[in-house]
């Protein structure tokens, strides 16, 4: 079974320009602070090299919802690429995509529940100063 003391004591190796914390979930504090969780189970890993690939990835704020998206996606991204290389250092379980995928559906119907238009149901778009806008009901207000 991984040690997880073992496999902070390599990312910490790894990563010297990084903080790592212990804290109740996991998570990321831009720019250099990554908060582990006392969580044991098989996908405790994963967590924590999603959190690594949020600070790898260099892309900590976001203006709209889709941005948002794009950085859960690259954090995953770049968690998965340092997971990869450290499997061949360290035990790892194995790498699980519909976990991923399954994430990322949170943020996908969470941006989706924002951009549905309540008076329509039509998808709205959202302008870079975070305003939503319904391409139906805002071209033909009256």
């Not at 996908?43 to 892309?59: Q, T, V, W, Y």
Request: with cysteine; proline share 5%; aromatic share 14%.
């Amino acid at each position: 079974m991984l040690n997880k003391n073992n496999l902070l004591e390599a990312l910490q190796k790894n990563y010297p320009d990084l903080h790592f914390i212990s804290g109740k979930r996991f998570s990321f504090r831009p720019p250099k602070t990554i908060v582990v969780s006392p969580d044991e189970s098989e996908r405790a890993p994963m967590l924590l090299f999603h959190e690594l690939g949020h600070a790898l990835s260099n892309k900590y704020t976001y203006q709209t919802a889709t941005e948002r998206l794009k950085i859960e996606v690259a954090a995953w991204k770049e968690g998965k690429k340092a997971y990869l290389e450290f499997t061949k250092k360290i035990s790892l379980p194995s790498w699980d995509d519909e976990y991923v995928e399954d994430s990322l559906d949170t943020y996908r119907d969470w941006l989706h529940s924002q951009s549905k238009c309540k008076k329509c149901g039509l998808t709205m778009y959202q302008s870079s100063d975070k305003t939503w806008f319904c391409p139906f009901c805002d071209q033909f207000k009256t």
